[in-house]
């Protein structure tokens, strides 16, 4: 670690007993003055995530833009750590399941992902915000993927280091507290989340994002923990209703600003660019949302319409709308969902897929899956960020 970059650290620099220096980061401020630009993109970032929480209450069904986003955070929040699978190939093999063959690791370690955040959704209804929660979490992420050695749902007893492939502690770029220091931070990280501060929650949603990156807990995983938490703390101070803000498709085409953010902070105390660096995350992923919740809407209605037009069965409809949650589907799947017959789903994908709403996505005559392609499309197509960027610019 590069002792020369700390020139204003927020935090300190200590020297441990086995000879190397890591970083310990201060408590988090419980108050901060900041510029007017900074103040100005804090002020419209929130009033785009008021219009994002008042178009999800206006929803008839939040579940048509929860369920599309979650899969798409989970796939590009684990993109940041070099998983290289798709929404297609989540949707693929949520459908499939245990039957689908040569399944890729990366595929479960976002599967993973988003169970830890459906977990996270799950438990807030009852348990607060608190490190039980985040070993909780963390344990999920891990559980039966890259990692599992790695102690899942524990703080890390041993000393963890970030750098490129092959670093050690001495050329490490950043070598987080020792593990005698870990608890002190965690405890201080724990105690911000739910002390009665002045401080917009955006920014203390940023504030407790960059800590628990900087504090570093796990062996492992660490990094997504961090992204779910976002999420989770906008759900769980009521500033959403539902789960539709995520900031990982930011922070993946954004990576090295991302990263030098932290890092900044870390080093020089630069606070002040690391809350404009996540107020624009927020900013331009409320408006993500809603344009890609709008045309999500557009697609159903056209579907649907195209399905009224040649006089489809209430159950080809039925299908139709569980697509737009659950895209990809199995012929017992189906069925499942729609409490009929085989032959009576045979017929729903049957029709599905003469109008272009399904397809095909095996090439096999067994165990057959069938994806909706639009709808993935809609939730993959990284055209409208660009659109939504050159707008705000």
Known sequence: MDRSAFTKPAGSLTRTPQDYWAFVPARLPREISLGPEVVYLLSESDRALGELAG????????????????????????????????????ALFEAAGEAAPHVPADVREVQNYRKAMNHGLERIETLPLSLRLVRELHSKLLEGVRGQERTPGEFR???????????????????????????????????????????????????????????????????????????????????????????????????????????AVSEQSLWEQWLEFFARAVLEQCHDAMVRSQRLMMLQEAYRDDLFAVKAAPSAHRLLETLFVNPATTLALAGQWLEVTPMSASRAIRLLVERDILREATGRQRDRVYLAHGIVKAVEDESYAVEIKSSLE
């Open 157 to 263: 007893t041993s000393q963890n280091w970030i750098g490129p492939p092959g670093c050690v502690l001495d050329n490490a770029t950043y070598v987080p507290p020792p593990p005698y220091e870990l608890l002190t931070c965690l405890g201080d990280w724990e105690s911000f989340l739910h002390e009665d501060l002045k401080i917009p929650p955006i920014v203390r949603c940023a504030l407790m994002h960059y800590q628990f990156e900087a504090i570093h807990p796990f062996l492992d995983g660490n990094g997504r923990v961090g992204r779910l938490l976002v999420t989770l703390f906008l759900c769980t101070s009521r500033h959403l209703p539902s789960p539709v803000l995520y900031l990982s498709p930011f922070f993946e085409r954004n990576r090295d600003e991302y990263y030098e953010a932290l890092r």
């Open 55 to 90: 178009m999800t209450r206006m929803l008839p069904n939040p579940e048509l833009l929860v369920a599309p986003l979650s899969r798409r955070e989970a796939v590009l929040s684990s993109r940041i750590e070099g998983t290289q699978a798709s929404v297609s190939d989540l």
